[in-house]
Structure formats: structure tokens, C-alpha cells
């Protein structure tokens, strides 16, 4: 059965036909080819595609996309102003806060939803928020760094 | 050699391609638009562990509307294999593991693609599964490969005719009975290594395309693209030429990504459909059922000291379970004669290493490629000596570990190392000589471990690396190296070589994706040492096209070439105050003493082929030259809960000699994430069986290092001792830092608690029943 529903994709209002077993994380893939949110385990496990959905973080392959017509969807995408980097993104770039970059986006957002909910959060929150997001190459140690920093310069 | 003092190498840089991973517009094989064309392929797979296939049947599975072609192993003639040709693209007769693939379907849909495989119904004859390396070795049992002596390999692997061995070699030095008969002390001890899986972040995948010229382009995720051209044509029957394989970003590799793997049944299901695109990509499950595992390990260790703490002899044997094809792994098995007595002078040693088949998935090479296995056994073995003897385990090691001019099991010297520095260093970090602060909490105890390790280059004699560089209108230089960017920051390497050697800012310097039409070949075996044998090749051409351009200027302004130089994109002549800007130069013209105006294109190339070693005896048989050593130790102090066996690493100290650090922050993330992976194949990562079924192919149950087991500090140390060939002296350091990490962890638990783990992973399980034992002993003996 196909739904239409409406999202509200990074500011944007997007009026969608999905069917009714499709994710969020397919949607906004392939129909909106918002691609930086990857596929990496498909059930939850991985954080690989998560995004903000009403300002909370969401793995998008555990939502499905006809159940959440009306709401709010920020993604990577949506981050950055034109080339200027958002601050978190800089951080990540300047404390190498990533290397082969597939765990990156999802990585970046939970970031981003911890300090939206929090202006100041110590170690212990920040590997509490970011413990779905699995990333096998850069030992997670310049991650903290990089959220670290980034909260510091919003200062 | 290197003239001019390096600018831009040996300095930290961000990433070249950091932005557009941290803005999601770095294009993975799954983000590739192939638009409506595209098909879907899907993989059956084999529900037995061992058995003979009696019929498959397809009837149903092609009826499904949308359904466009459907293979199975008879369709195809060979199987994959570089060393030994042993592992078929789809199952054919036979069935050798849970998981194998055995039939793939390609369709309009991915839901009629997922139909079509689900319609297919298998008829087997069960065998009896062997699943054990014990098991397989056994006389009599039941064989996985019964025409192994028939397969195609190469001259020198050595398969055992009527048995599951895939192939075993031996390296001696000395005389072990001499060895024996003097040495005060002599333990024997047999170590496990548990199997696990590499978990990239991305899983594998593949396009492939039959064009309108019938040429076949293969878009995948790999680490190695030409590597699975050549396997691929080969299995398949084409021509190499006919196969160009694309590589996007990728998304993680550690090794399972070095060879062909369902890529091959990709470009298999396109040529049934040519004209449109197919694509194929696994699911976290398949992912661990149908790549690769890291091979299994049974170790036996024996080693003879003297009481003054001299080693004086090593008996060392690798039993490595392949799973159901040998040809993935075999570097690592055949790597392990090498290195299987470890890194210390030892004047009689039996090293040997056989590659054992069993029904379990194939296994391939991960980070370290055999490495953390070997260390595993032999670097706990090194603390039960010194414990036997009574020396400190630092000091036995550094009285008895290599150095520079130490002769080699192999018949040659050993080059100038730094591994004694990193020992110290290592140890010193996490203050070695002072005991751990004791915890406030009474249930915890501490201690401190040690390991080191060494990592040979080894490559195929008739290998080299080569680089090539275009200089565009704009400035730009368009650099094509022989190696993939998987996440350890290559390009990023290359681009400063580069902007440091003609004399350009470094984001004038573009890294070229990996393409097989068009880029240079890479070097598979020395991959692993990729800094070293690409940076040599890429600062060559660097060099060369800045030579090009300096004649050229040097001769339109009539001056010697000596007077002029490059800085900064601006072509000087220190005598006469001339500059031309290098856009300028290549995007119009320059004008000469005559006041004509002249122009050219410039590109530059650069080949490494490395000086292969004088060897004697087993090594020059096995064709196997080692370049040369990478070495370091690591030293860990962990805090175990004694009630539960809860284990927590509070300072990681990872030391390691890598010649010369080209980008000191992309070092020192290698070893953190190195450690990290270390950390997390050491004490949480094992794949787990039940009668050949694999009980744990996901992320929940089968569960990798979290942001939360970082350990609490990690200090990563940085040693440098020139390599002789290497660029600015550089080494590789990708995969060391996981190297010593689990005997490093070993052997701080048995320092805090007097147990010693000997099977991976070191979970809290098995330290508390450890400790169970050790309290159960007085009161039943």
C-alpha cells in the first residue's frame, strides 16, 4: 500500500509517495537522493544512517517513512552553509575526527543532537551519545576530540 | 639524497578529502546513480556445512515476473585463486560452508531479485562437517578438496595430496637438539585464536555493466582493483583489457577488500544481461557469512632459555584454519615462517606453517595479515621465559631482541631498527618500573604488560610501484598512484610528497580515483606497506615533472637550470629575480630571451622497484623476499574487577618505528585506530559456531568496540630510525598498532592476577573462570 506523506527535509517541505514497509533511511536515499546516510547494517546496529527526526537522533532504517508524515528530518546534508563548514563539521576536519568517512555522517549528527541538548557535555556524555555509532578505523579517540571542541567554540 | 629540505612532508594535515566526507557528498558504491536501467542481483546460499549438491532447481525462481537471469556454479568453468585456484564463484558439486553462495538471480527488482533466490530449492547429500583444525588434520577424515593435488597452483605451495592441508612450509636455523641441550629452562605451550571478521563499516559490494562495445566495467568496493581484474578475468575466461574496475570512496577494507570476492558473480550476471547495469550489494549477514573471516589459529610454542636469560632455541608451529578455500590467506600463512620465532636473536629455531582446510567460511587476510596471531603466542611465550627465569620481562626482551646487523633466520642481516627504543619507550610511558595505583574499589586489581612485535614487507620479485603526474592548465597536479584510499589517508600522503616536491601549495595537488583504464598498477602484496613503496614511486614522478619544467624555464630564460626553483607555484631564478607563476607557465605560454613565446605540456612519472635481498635456503625457495621490518611494542595496564572478570585498559603506550613520519597526525591515527581494533579483536570479537552454523553474523551479537570501550588513554609514540629505500625514510604503520595488543593485554592480566589467558578473545568470562581454577585448586588437590 503506498502513502503520501509530507517531510520537512533539511528546511525543505517534500511531498512523497512511499510504500508502506519503506524506511526512512531508503527514502531519503533513493528518492531524495540524500545519500551521505549509508545502508551499513539496515537494522539498527550501526548508526551509519542516523539522522534528526523531530530533533531527536534516529537510526533512519528503523523508521518507517509512512509512519512520520508531517515531521521534521535533518540530515548531513543540511549542516553545512553553502562551502562554510558548520562549526562541528570543522572540528571534525581539523582533529581528524574521521578516515575512511562511512561512519562519518551518522557520526556527525548524533554529535549534533547531543549539543543541541546539551551546550557543555563532559567525556562520559559524549561517549553516551555517540555509543550507537559504529566506527572501525579511527579508534574513536579524535571523535571526542573533535565534539569536544566544536562545543568549546560555540562558546 | 632528498636535496631540498621537505616543506610540506613531515607536518600534520587535515585529510584532502575531509570535506566532503564531513558534508555526505563522498560517493561510496551504494551512493553511484545508475538510474532506471539498473537490475538487482541477489545470492542463494548453502543452509549445509558440508555437502554434496544433488539438483538445484530453478523452475519456480524463473517464473517470478521480473526475473532476467538466474546462475549457478555450472555455468562456470574455474574458480578464483592467485596462489591456488580452490575457491569456486558459485558452489559447484559441492557445498563447503554455511553461507557459500551457490546460486545468484538478477532481476528487474530488488523485491523480484529476493523472490527469485527464496524460490530456489536445493536437494543435498549431507557429508560429515569438519570443523575443527584437529579434526581436519586427522588421518582419514573427511576431505573438503579430494582433487586438491589437481588444482592449478603455484610452484611454490605445497598441498598434501589425500589430505586437507592447502599447503605447509618450514624454515630452520641451526640445530634445535643443540638448542635444546642448552638451555637451562624449556616451556611448551599450545595458544588459540578465535575467528573474526574485518567489519568494515560498508560491506561489499558491485555494479557491473556490459557496454555497447562490449568492454565490462566493474564499479566496486575494493582495496585492490587490479588484483580483481586479474582474478576475475581469469576465473571467468576474458581478457583482462575487457574489464575495467572503478573504485569510489571505500568504506573500510582492513584486508577483507584485498581480492576478488562476490565481485566476480556481479560481472558474471552482467555479461547474461548485457546493456544494463547490475548491482549487488551484501547485507551485514552475508557480510560475515561470504567475504572473508581472519584466519583461526592453533599455536605451538616451544622455547629454551638459558638462566642468564639468553634465548637458545624456538620450535614454533602454525596451524591456521583457512575455512573452505586456502588461496586468501596464504600470505599470512606463508609470512608466518618468517616471523614465527619473533622479533629476537635466536640461534636455533623450526618454524613451521601449514594451511589447514575446514567447513567454515574462507578466510582472507585481515590488518596484520597473520601478524596478530603469530605475536599472540609467541609474545606470551616471551613473559613465561622470562617469568622461568626470573628477569624482567622488559629487560629479557631487550637482551635478546633484534638489532640492526643481528643475522636473520633467512641468511641475512637485519637492517637498523628502532625496536629496543620502542620497548623502552613503550614501558616507560606507563611507568613500567612503578607499581599501579591501587584502586579505591578492594574488588579491582591492576597491572602492567608488555609486547613488541615486528611486520615484514614482503613482495613478489617481479613487483614495482609507479606513479604518474600531469600538470593542468590551472596548476592543478593530476596524481594517479598505485594504491586505493581506504581511510588511512594515502592520498592525503601522496598530495604532500607531491606538493612538497615540485613546490606547490597542496591543494593544488588532485589524487585521481582509482580506475583500472587509467590508473597505474598497484603492487598487491607490498599494499600493506603502502607508504613506503608509493611514496617512493609518487615522490620520483614528483620529481620528474618538476624537472621537466625547470629545463623548460631554464632554457626559454636561457639560464642554468641550477639558478631556479619552485616555491610556492612560482617557477624563481635566484640570479636574475625572474617568476613566472606556474598557471601562467602551463595555462599560456612563457616567453624566452628571444621574446617568443613557447609552451608544453608537462606530466612526470616515477617507478619503485625495490633491491631484493640475497636469501639462502627455504626463503629463496619460497619466493617470498622480505624488504624489510617494521617494528614497535606496546605496553597496556589494565584494571580487573575480580569478582566478575570485568576488564577495563586505563593507558595504552603504542610505540612503533616508522622510519619517518610523512604526516605525524595521520601516524598517530593509524595507531589509535590500529589499538582500537587491537582492543576490540583482543577482548570482544569472536564468530561463533554450532555445527558449522554461525551463530552470531551481526552487529548486536557479534559486537565491535564502542565510543565506550575506548581505553581511557592511549598514548601513541612515534620512533623514527630511518628506512635506507624508503621516502624521506619512511616505513608503513597501518596495521602494527593491533599487532602486540592482545599479548600486550595477556600478559598485564597475568601480571595483576598470576592467570594466563592462552585462547582469544579475552573475554571476562574466561578470566573469571581462570580465576575460578586458580581458587578451586587448594581445596581439591
Known amino acids: 500500500m503506498n502513502h503520501n506523506i509530507t517531510l520537512t527535509v533539511n528546511g525543505v517541505d517534500q511531498h512523497l509517495t512511499v510504500a508502506s514497509h519503506q524506511t526512512l533511511v531508503r527514502v531519503l536515499r533513493e528518492q531524495l537522493g540524500l545519500t551521505g546516510g549509508k545502508a551499513g547494517c539496515l537494522s539498527g546496529q550501526c548508526g551509519t544512517c542516523s539522522v534528526l527526526l523531530n530533533n531527536d537522533i534516529v537510526n533512519a532504517c528503523m523508521v518507517l517513512a509512512a509512519e512520520i508524515d508531517g515531521c521534521e528530518i535533518q540530515t548531513i546534508e543540511g549542516l553545512a552553509q553553502g562551502d562554510r563548514l558548520h562549526p562541528l563539521q570543522q572540528a571534525f576536519l581539523d582533529h581528524g575526527g574521521m578516515q575512511c568517512g562511512f561512519c562519518t555522517s551518522g557520526m556527525v549528527m548524533s554529535a549534533y543532537a547531543l549539543l543541541q541538548r546539551s551546550s557543555r557535555p563532559d567525556e562520559n556524555e559524549i561517549r553516551s551519545a555517540l555509543v550507537g555509532n559504529l566506527c572501525r578505523c579511527t579508534g574513536y579517540a579524535d571523535i571526542i576530540k573533535s565534539v569536544q571542541v566544536a562545543s568549546r567554540s560555540r562558546r | ?781
Not at chain 2, 11 to 24: D, S, Y
Not at chain 2, 371 to 379: F, K, L, N, R
Open chain 2, 1 to 781: 639524497m632528498v636535496s631540498r629540505k621537505p616543506q610540506i612532508v613531515g607536518k600534520p594535515f587535515p585529510r584532502i578529502e575531509a570535506q566532503l566526507k564531513l558534508t555526505g557528498t563522498a560517493r561510496y558504491l551504494d551512493d553511484l546513480q545508475f538510474g532506471p536501467e539498473l537490475l538487482h542481483a541477489q545470492l542463494c546460499h548453502s543452509t549445509r556445512p558440508h555437502a554434496l549438491i544433488k539438483s538445484i532447481d530453478l523452475k519456480k525462481a524463473k517464473a517470478i515476473p521480473g526475473v532476467r537471469a538466474i546462475l549457478t556454479g555450472s555455468d562456470f568453468e574455474s574458480c578464483l585463486g592467485i596462489d591456488i585456484v580452490d575457491r569456486p564463484i558459485l558452489a559447484r558439486e559441492r557445498v563447503r560452508y554455511v553461507g557459500e553462495p551457490l546460486a545468484a538471480a538478477v532481476a528487474e527488482t530488488l523485491d523480484a531479485a529476493k523472490a527469485a533466490v527464496a524460490a530456489i530449492s536445493v536437494v543435498y547429500k549431507d557429508l560429515p562437517p569438519v570443523l575443527e583444525i584437529e579434526e581436519s588434520i586427522k588421518n582419514g577424515s573427511e576431505l573438503l578438496h579430494p582433487d586438491l593435488e589437481n588444482y592449478e597452483y603455484s610452484p611454490y605451495i605445497r598441498p598434501t595430496p589425500d589430505s586437507n592441508i592447502a599447503h605447509q612450509s618450514t624454515m630452520q636455523r641451526g640445530d634445535l637438539q643443540t638448542g635444546w641441550a642448552d638451555s637451562d629452562i624449556i616451556i611448551d605451550h599450545t595458544y588459540h585464536v578465535a575467528r573474526v571478521q574485518h567489519v568494515p563499516m560498508e560491506t561489499h559490494g558491485g555494479v557491473a555493466l556490459v557496454d555497447d562495445a562490449d568492454k565490462i566495467t566493474l564499479w566496486a568496493s575494493t582495496q585492490a582493483p587490479f588484483t580483481q581484474r586479474q582474478m576475475i578475468a581469469q576465473a571467468l575466461g576474458i581478457n583482462p583489457e575487457r574489464l575495467r574496475v572503478v573504485t569510489p570512496r571505500v568504506g573500510g577494507g582492513f584486508g577483507s577488500k584485498s581480492y576478488a570476492s562476490i565481485e566476480a558473480i556481479v560481472v558474471a550476471l552482467a555479461l547474461a544481461v548485457p546493456g544494463q547495469p547490475v548491482k549487488l550489494i551484501l547485507n551485514r549477514k552475508q557480510e560475515f557469512l561470504c567475504t572473508f573471516l581472519r584466519p583461526g589459529l592453533a599455536a605451538h610454542i616451544k622455547m629454551g632459555a638459558s638462566r642468564a636469560g639468553e634465548l637458545t632455541a624456538v620450535e614454533a608451529r602454525y596451524y591456521w584454519n583457512v575455512g573452505a578455500s586456502a588461496d586468501a590467506s596464504l600470505a599470512a600463512v606463508r609470512a608466518a615462517i618468517h616471523v614465527g620465532a619473533g622479533p629476537y636473536r635466536v640461534p636455533n629455531s623450526l618454524v613451521e606453517s601449514l594451511s589447514v582446510y575446514t567447513n567454515q567460511p574462507v578466510a582472507g587476510p585481515m590488518r596484520g595479515n597473520g601478524m596478530a596471531e603469530v605475536h599472540w603466542a609467541i609474545e606470551q611465550h616471551i613473559d613465561r621465559l622470562a617469568e622461568a627465569v626470573n628477569i624482567d620481562p622488559i629487560e629479557f626482551r631487550l637482551s635478546n631482541c633484534l638489532r640492526g646487523g643481528d643475522d636473520l633466520p633467512r641468511g641475512s642481516a637485519m637492517h637498523a631498527t628502532g625496536l629496543d627504543q620502542c620497548i623502552r619507550q613503550a614501558a616507560e610511558t606507563v611507568r613500567w618500573s612503578q607499581p599501579s595505583r591501587p584502586n579505591k574499589d578492594k574488588h579491582a586489581v591492576r597491572g602492567k604488560g608488555l609486547a613488541a612485535m615486528w611486520n615484514p614487507v614482503i613482495i613478489t620479485p617481479r613487483q614495482s610501484t609507479t606513479a604518474r603526474i600531469k600538470l593542468e592548465e590551472s596548476g592543478t597536479c593530476t596524481v594517479s598512484i598505485g594504491g586505493v584510499d581506504t581511510g588511512q589517508g594515502l592520498y592525503t600522503l601522496a598530495a604532500q610528497v607531491v606538493a612538497s616536491e615540485v613546490g606547490v601549495p597542496l591543494d593544488w595537488v588532485d589524487v585521481q580515483p582509482f580506475d583500472t583504464d587509467h590508473s597505474l598498477s598497484e603492487n598487491p602484496a607490498s599494499r600493506k606497506q603502502l607508504t613506503w613503496s608509493m611514496g617512493n614511486a609518487v615522490q620520483r614522478a614528483a620529481q620528474d615533472v618538476r624537472r621537466n619544467v625547470l629545463a623548460f624555464v631554464a632554457k626559454a630564460w636561457d639560464e642554468p637550470i641550477g639558478n631556479l626553483d619552485i616555491i610556492d607555484g612560482n617557477i624563481i631564478s635566484y640570479a636574475t629575480e625572474r617568476v613566472i607563476a606556474m598557471p601562467e607557465l602551463l595555462n599560456q605560454s612563457i616567453k624566452n630571451t628571444r621574446g617568443k613565446r613557447v609552451g608544453r605540456q608537462f606530466v612526470g612519472e616515477g617507478a619503485f622497484t625495490p633491491d631484493l635481498p640475497d636469501q639462502d635456503g627455504e626463503a629463496k625457495n619460497s619466493a617470498l623476499p622480505i624488504i624489510h621490518y617494521s617494528t614497535g611494542a606496546q605496553a597496556i595496564e589494565v584494571e580487573i574487577d575480580y569478582e566478575t572478570g570485568s576488564l577495563q585498559l586505563l593507558h595504552v603506550a603504542s610505540a612503533y618505528d616508522v622510519g619517518h613520519a610523512i604526516n605525524p597526525d595521520i601516524v598517530r591515527a593509524q595507531i589509535k585506530g590500529g589499538v582500537m581494533q587491537g582492543l576490540s579483536t583482543s577482548m570482544l570479537e569472536q564468530v561463533q559456531f554450532e555445527h558449522g552454523h554461525m551463530l552470531n553474523p551481526n552487529l548486536r551479537d557479534y559486537r565491535i568496540a564502542t565510543i565506550k570501550d575506548l581505553p581511557l588513554k592511549v598514548d601513541p609514540i612515534i620512533i623514527e630510525v630511518p628506512q635506507d629505500d624508503g621516502p624521506y625514510g619512511a616505513r608503513g604503520i597501518g596495521e602494527h598498532a593491533l599487532i602486540p595488543t592482545a599479548p600486550a593485554i595477556a600478559n598485564a592480566i597475568h601480571h595483576a592476577l598470576g592467570i594466563r589467558i592462552d585462547s582469544l578473545p579475552i573475554t571476562s568470562e574466561r578470566i573469571w573462570k581462570a580465576l575460578a581454577d586458580i581458587k578451586n585448586q587448594p581445596e581439591t588437590s
